[in-house]
């Protein structure tokens, strides 16, 4: 089977049932805070890990002859329900915007860990070494991402913010 399949789920939680949720809520994912210094770097190599993930993902088979499968199987599927929760719990921010709930209560940033979970299963079911580094890549660079978003957050939600940062990690 043609691992293109497994980015099915992910573009319909992202986009449709975002969309669904809220369509404010779909412009807010699409918006990057404002990036400066490494960040801007940052953003390149996260834009373009992201597009060679899907793109290599069209050319790469789900291999299933191997216990791999069944561990990338499990990883892959929860991957998918961290995405769909975390989508949902993103698609409902308190009336200040700031997003408190769900997910957000254990992790600030859970759709960067559910996106890394569903991806490391997509590695582990085409047991792709290049999908390995592209999937790194993205994830260092996801980081720099995050640390602008979290300045942007401070800046925007000012003390609620910087509580909330004291109580939850950044990461799962």
Not at 97 to 106: A, D, E, M, P, Q
Not at 143 to 148: T, V
Not at 152 to 157: A, G, S, T
């Amino acid at each position: 089977m043609n691992a293109f399949f497994t980015v099915i789920p992910l573009i319909i939680i992202r986009f449709g049932i975002l969309s669904i949720l809220d369509k404010e809520a779909l412009k807010r994912a699409a918006f990057f805070a404002p990036l400066i210094g490494i960040e801007k770097a940052a953003y390149l190599f996260y834009q373009i890990s992201n597009i060679l993930i899907f793109i290599y993902l069209c050319f790469l088979k789900i291999t299933t002859d191997s216990y791999w499968f069944y561990v990338g199987l499990v990883i892959y599927g929860l991957g998918v329900l961290l995405c769909l929760i975390s989508v949902s719990n993103f698609a409902t921010p308190s009336e200040k915007g700031i997003n408190l709930k769900g997910l957000y209560r254990i992790s600030r940033n859970p759709m960067y860990v559910a996106y890394f979970v569903y991806f490391f299963g997509c590695v582990l079911l085409t047991q792709s070494l290049i999908l390995l580094i592209i999937l790194l890549v993205f994830q260092i660079s996801a980081h720099w991402i995050i640390l602008s978003e979290e300045r942007w957050c401070i800046k925007k939600f000012g003390e609620e913010y910087i509580n909330y940062m004291n109580k939850v990690r950044r990461y799962i």
